[in-house]
């Protein structure tokens, strides 16, 4: 069997110029990176801001297991799939962050014969993005301690500041640290730290915002600080907003690359969905509305994170509104919801697939009551028996939801034509999408609705100092809605508990203020903002063969 870096090497490109054109983008509104990928120039998205847009599709899934579900394949296999029956569809996804790249997650471009290619590319340095992401976040870092370093003119308390810096990579060492040591002239001291580049506000603004004049708004209303008077220092006050909106300049502008059906997918921004909201870019998705029929988009990790903050967040600030939601779910992933060991996934076992099916059957409830139709996506493996997959389509049934089974990892679009016709017939109805809380809901009562209508969760609990900065900030903010930082394996904030858990509380350790990016973070249970590396990172494997190709790559 061929490996997914394999059949992405096999696959026929065409030159970029050519996608460009499916799309209607004349060669001169492009900037090539090579000869395939590129970026789509902001006088050509400016053009279309009049345009009718086409229908909007949110692909998810259950909570993820080491079985895997395949959301990203899913996404891109539908999207071939809708163009195989005559729709121009669009895929629209996430960057890969290089943490988990060669920690233990893998890449992000999908697999089989469902993958964005060029796959290499996409899953390393790509167009530079996170690189002008992580400069920008740093230099503000290092305009702090710069302006506190030569007289603090804003009397910036050390003690008080929030901004930590960034990197992309997994590097537990670095998230706690005591910088400015070693004398006067290295600063002042205090402690500190890095969270991962898909964690920063930045990443969250680029990927939130309009254009140029939006995005620096927004990055120079990130609070970085407080004054020794407990007043707010913000990225604008220390003059650092236009530098960084320069640096990311270029990163703003969507990039167009292709299926290994060479149909147009879009790829920007990535924040991760267990520790920030989890959506590419709206700047992304708008254009390939108004550039499609139907866009084919994802939310990360399981739908309790990544679609709750889809629906809670990008849809809420963009005044998007899915047509259909798409629930991707495994026989195998299912079977480990239900208490199977990884080792024993190859044998039949109904009994726990109709266990592990609960947390099915949460999620297609917590979707349809944001109003949305659904359907559920059976990523098929070769193992998968026939009376286990009538156990997760009679699951679903019972739900009212219809649950296809689809094979476009192993056959590409062809794989998934039946559920594109099912995705063009339950967009063809009234959408009826309404949130989950309104904005004036007090911020904490927003954190408890989360945790209690999505995770099933009895009671949530935070430290007094945690109630109150949130009231403290809810005169100011308490319109924006919550970010939750989870844990994306459970329902709960323990990731042993699988299935559809009951009882259980979330702990709120934490919050932060994402002024700029317009939502509050909740940090719950032993959640980090810097993951670490496992104890065999997929680094181990990678490297170049005799011929200098990537070897070990996903």
């Known amino acids: 069997m061929k490996t997914d870096i394999e059949i992405a090497r096999a696959a026929t490109k065409l030159p970029i110029a050519r996608i460009a054109e499916r799309l209607g983008i004349g060669s001169e509104e492009i900037l090539p990176y090579g000869h395939d990928k590129a970026k789509i120039s902001r006088d050509f998205i400016d053009g279309l801001r009049h345009r009718p847009e086409g229908k909007l599709v949110l692909v998810t899934a259950i909570n993820p297991t080491p079985a895997g579900e395949g959301k990203t394949t899913t996404t891109v296999g539908l999207g071939d799939a809708l163009n195989r029956i005559g729709q121009r569809a669009t895929v629209c996804i ?31 340095h790509f167009t530079g993005d996170f690189h002008a992401i992580t400069s920008a976040h740093n230099l503000l870092a290092a305009m702090i301690d710069n302006h506190v370093h030569w007289g603090n003119a804003l009397d910036i308390d050390p003690r008080r ?60 209303r990130i609070i970085v600080a407080q004054t020794r008077a407990g007043q707010p220092v913000t990225a604008r006050d220390l003059q650092a907003d236009g530098a960084m909106t320069v640096l990311l300049r270029d990163a703003l502008q969507p990039n167009l690359v292709q299926t290994l059906e060479n149909n147009p997918a879009l790829v920007h921004g990535g924040p991760f969905a267990n520790i920030a909201h989890g959506c590419n870019s709206v700047l992304a998705t708008r254009t390939a509305l108004r550039l499609s029929d139907f866009v084919v988009t994802e939310a990360g990790f399981g739908a309790d994170l990544g679609a709750e903050k889809f629906l809670g967040i990008k849809c809420r600030k963009a005044g998007l509104s899915p047509a259909a939601v798409v629930l991707v779910a495994t026989v195998r992933a299912l079977k480990m919801n239900g ?164 009882g259980f509380t979330i702990p709120v350790r934490e919050v932060r203020l994402a002024a700029g990016a317009g939502f509050v973070v909740a940090i719950c249970g032993d959640i980090m903002t810097m993951p670490g590396l496992p104890r065999e990172p997929a680094a181990n494997r990678i490297g170049l063969d005799s011929h200098g190709r990537i070897e070990g790559l996903f």
């Open 94 to 124: 996430r960057e890969a962050s290089l943490g988990p790249n060669f920690g233990m997650k893998g890449g992000a471009a999908g697999g089989g014969h469902a993958q964005v290619i060029p796959m290499e590319d996409m899953n390393l």
């Open 161 to 220: 500041i929030t901004w930590r810096r960034v990197m992309d990579m997994n590097d537990r060492a670095l998230r706690d640290l005591v910088l400015g040591l070693g004398g006067t002239a290295n600063g002042v001291p205090r402690e500190s730290g890095f969270d991962i580049t898909v964690a920063s506000e930045v990443m969250a603004i680029l990927c939130l915002a309009d254009d140029l004049a939006d995005l620096q708004d927004r990055l120079g």
């Open 339 to 502: 208490g199977v060991a990884r080792a024993d996934l190859g044998s039949e076992n109904v009994t726990a697939v109709r266990a592990g099916a609960a947390n099915l059957t949460r999620h297609i409830r917590n979707l349809q009551g944001y109003g949305l139709p659904v359907v559920v996506a059976i990523n098929h493996f070769a193992t998968d028996t026939a009376a286990e997959i009538a156990a997760v389509q009679d699951a679903a049934e019972a739900e009212g939801v219809r649950a296809i089974l689809c094979r476009h990892w192993a056959k590409g679009g062809a794989g998934a034509e039946d559920l594109a016709r099912e995705v063009l017939r339950l967009s063809a109805q009234p959408s009826d999408f309404r949130p989950l809380y309104p904005d004036e809901m007090p911020l904490w009562e927003k954190i408890e609705t989360i945790c209690t209508r999505i995770y099933g969760a009895a009671r949530v609990e935070a430290p007094p100092a945690v109630r109150a900065r949130l009231d403290a900030w809810q005169a100011d903010y308490g319109h924006l809605p919550v970010c939750m930082a989870k844990t994306p394996y459970s329902f709960s904030a323990d990731p042993t508990l699988h299935g559809a858990p009951t």
